[in-house]
């Protein structure tokens, strides 16, 4: 684990452990006996990976559990990764690993209706439909980084503002990256509604348009956007990651709401031991470049791992810090016109997370 990792980890554990004083309290009160040894020796949650046992492991008989991703998605390596190295056996947990393919509506209903316990997906494609209602509740965030913006060297482009009067080439109008430029460019007085066009294609033809000049800029997120940055010699504009957005995460993890309210040891067991595989990510990106190879296509264990290392995958906030960067979230997504103007973001932040590392079940 880096020291900025350590850094970042201890700073979330002491912010969530104050949260927890009552008023008048003296002396910060330690959620879990993890939490606890985290803030005295920060490097505590590094060494799990070496221990005979998670530190999240569930009590009691082995849970079985389907968790749900995209398995070309680089952003989702450390499912792989948990599997393979042993974490989700290590806290009780046999898990099975299921490729989902379909939408984001179709994952969350799969999720929510017990056809699988957990999935990974992107924050900027997932608040809409929550927002609506989905019985899924959102326990950790898993990393930062991986949504790019490009367009051709010597364009103009430098930076979003310059987006106005142009055509955005995207993978969906629903896609998380559109959203996410679409809010910067929001932010800048660009309106990304009337001030930028959109034309979609399939990720693997979005170079292809920029090149025959159909669109002037696109976006879409990792492994494919860094293979088309190197290939095509593109000017990267942003990423998710640029300025005040640098600690932002954009990939997260959701648990069915029954498993919750039935099973929280289980809950806390797979965001935990999914958080383990994230930090071994983040400390091994060139053995973790080499256990997702087989899912990438026309690239290297090499290009990989460079990708891993421009990814935050050692910082993943859970509790207090993610209510936050969700309800950050849900009033900029109000900018793109994607949720609704009247709603409430802390209110739907705090319906659609839920803390299984703040406490210990009984």
């Given at each position: 684990m880096s020291p900025l990792s350590s850094r970042r980890a201890l700073l979330r554990a002491a912010g969530t452990?104050?949260?927890?004083?009552?008023a008048g309290a003296m002396a910060p009160q330690a959620t879990t006996p993890e939490l606890d040894a985290l803030l005295r020796d920060p490097r505590a949650i590094c060494r799990t990976a070496g221990t005979a046992g998670g530190a999240f492991a569930a009590p009691g008989?082995?849970?079985?559990?389907?968790?749900?991703?995209?398995?070309?998605?680089?952003?989702?390596?450390?499912?792989?990764?948990?599997?393979?190295?042993?974490?989700?056996?290590?806290?009780?947990?046999?898990?099975?690993?299921?490729?989902?393919?379909?939408?984001?509506?179709?994952?969350?209903?799969?999720?929510a209706t017990g056809k699988s316990d957990a999935g990974i997906g992107m924050a900027l494609r997932w608040l809409k439909p929550l927002e609506q209602g989905f019985d899924v509740r959102i326990t950790t965030a898993i990393h930062g980084g991986c949504m790019r913006l490009f367009a051709p060297k010597g364009s103009g482009i430098e930076s979003v503002a310059d987006l106005r009067g142009k055509v955005l080439g995207v993978t969906d109008m629903g896609a998380p990256d559109k959203n996410f430029f679409g809010i910067l460019?929001?932010?800048?007085?660009?309106?990304?509604?009337?001030?930028?066009?959109?034309?979609?294609?399939?990720?693997?033809?979005?170079?292809e348009a920029l090149k025959r000049g159909e669109v002037q800029a696109i976006t879409l997120g990792d492994p494919m956007a860094w293979i088309l940055r190197e290939r095509d010699d593109l000017h990267e504009v942003a990423n998710n990651l640029s300025g005040d957005y640098a600690d932002r995460t954009c990939c997260i993890l959701g648990i069915r709401g029954s498993l919750l309210r039935q099973d929280q040891a289980a809950a806390r067991a797979v965001t935990g031991a999914l958080l383990e595989a994230q930090d071994w990510v983040h400390a091994h990106p060139d053995e973790a470049a080499e256990i997702f190879l087989p899912n990438a296509?026309?690239?290297?264990?090499?290009?990989?791992?460079?990708?891993?290392?421009?990814?935050?995958?050692?910082?993943?906030?859970?509790?207090?810090v993610l209510r936050d960067q969700l309800a950050a979230y849900i009033e900029e997504l109000k900018l793109v016109q994607v949720i609704r103007p009247n709603t409430n973001p802390q209110r739907l932040a705090g319906r659609i997370a839920a803390d299984v590392l703040g406490e210990v079940p009984a």
């Open positions: 452990a104050a949260l927890a004083l009552p008989p082995r849970r079985r559990l389907k968790l749900s991703f995209n398995a070309n998605a680089i952003c989702t390596v450390g499912a792989s990764v948990a599997v393979q190295r042993g974490f989700f056996e290590r806290n009780n947990l046999d898990v099975e690993l299921v490729n989902f393919g379909g939408s984001t509506d179709q994952l969350l209903e799969a999720i460019a929001a932010r800048r007085g660009v309106d990304p509604v009337k001030d930028i066009a959109y034309r979609v294609f399939p990720g693997d033809l979005l170079g296509r026309n690239t290297s264990a090499a290009q990989l791992a460079a990708m891993l290392r421009s990814h935050t995958h050692g910082d993943h906030p859970h509790g207090a």
